[in-house]
């Protein structure tokens, strides 16, 4: 079937460095993505999302860009900081159908 | 943080013991979610509902009933759990209507860690 994957489990990225996590999808008519962040014992939380009208949006330090062609959705974080480590999903659908999410990215931030 | 509320939030059992999850709400929001989160396969739709007494399987629903009598409540039962049931469990809710164009934000409670010896 069809579904959400990432490219990369783990990310460590330097404490002020710009972050990358990204995202490959294979529902060609998915018509919406959104990320969540996901700290250590809690659930997830809602970061950033976009409509498949668009290929950029930019949040307070995120920017999510969709790429329709090649199936890939990224989110970009700006001056990461120690309080971004946590695990980062994508998920997607189509209409009002349910939220399918990947397996998600540990993101690391080395101070 | 939206009014989600998942009991007990962690819960040792026995092979073949009936367990139920709670998940209740006060966003009087119409659609209800539970998900399962396991190492490596993220989160995984169990079932979901779309109002009261209307609901629906997701991806991994054998194994699992729920049932919703009142808009803020949400239960998830394993009728005789078994090992591989061992997970994290989320309620998520959605103030998405059916028929216009999705909003999609879900809004998680902190999760209900049960084992299952």
């Known amino acids: 079937g069809e579904n959400v994957g990432l490219h990369l489990p783990t990310l460590s990225v330097q404490e002020g460095d710009n972050s990358i996590i990204n995202c490959a999808y294979s529902?060609?008519?998915?018509?919406?993505f959104i990320w969540y962040k996901q700290e250590s014992g809690k659930g997830p939380q809602f970061i950033i999302d976009i409509r498949s009208n668009m290929d950029k949006r930019q949040g307070q330090r995120v920017t999510v860009l969709l790429n329709k062609t090649v199936k890939h959705l990224s989110l970009q974080i700006a001056a990461t900081q120690p309080g971004d480590s946590a695990v980062y999903f994508c998920a997607e659908n189509e209409g009002n159908t349910p939220l399918v999410f990947g397996k998600g990215t540990r993101l690391s931030v080395i101070a | 943080d939206a009014g989600i509320t998942q009991s007990p939030r962690h819960k040792v059992t026995e092979t073949g013991t009936p367990v139920t999850l709670r998940c209740h709400q006060t966003?009087?929001?119409?659609?209800m979610y539970w998900y399962r989160q396991d190492p490596g396969h993220g989160l995984r739709l169990i079932h979901y509902?779309?109002?009261?007494?209307?609901?629906d399987k997701g991806e991994v629903s054998d194994g699992y009933s729920v049932s919703r009598s009142k808009t803020e409540d949400f239960l998830l039962t394993l009728e005789s759990a078994t090992s591989s049931q061992t997970s994290v469990y989320f309620c998520?809710?959605?103030?998405?209507?059916?028929?216009?164009?999705?909003?999609?934000?879900?809004?998680f409670g902190e999760g209900s860690r049960l084992t299952v010896l």
């Open positions: 509902s779309y109002g009261v007494k209307d609901t």
């Open positions: 998520a809710i959605s103030s998405l209507v059916q028929g216009i164009t999705n909003t999609g934000e879900l809004f």
């Open positions: 529902n060609s008519a998915s018509d919406y």
């Open positions: 966003e009087n929001h119409r659609y």
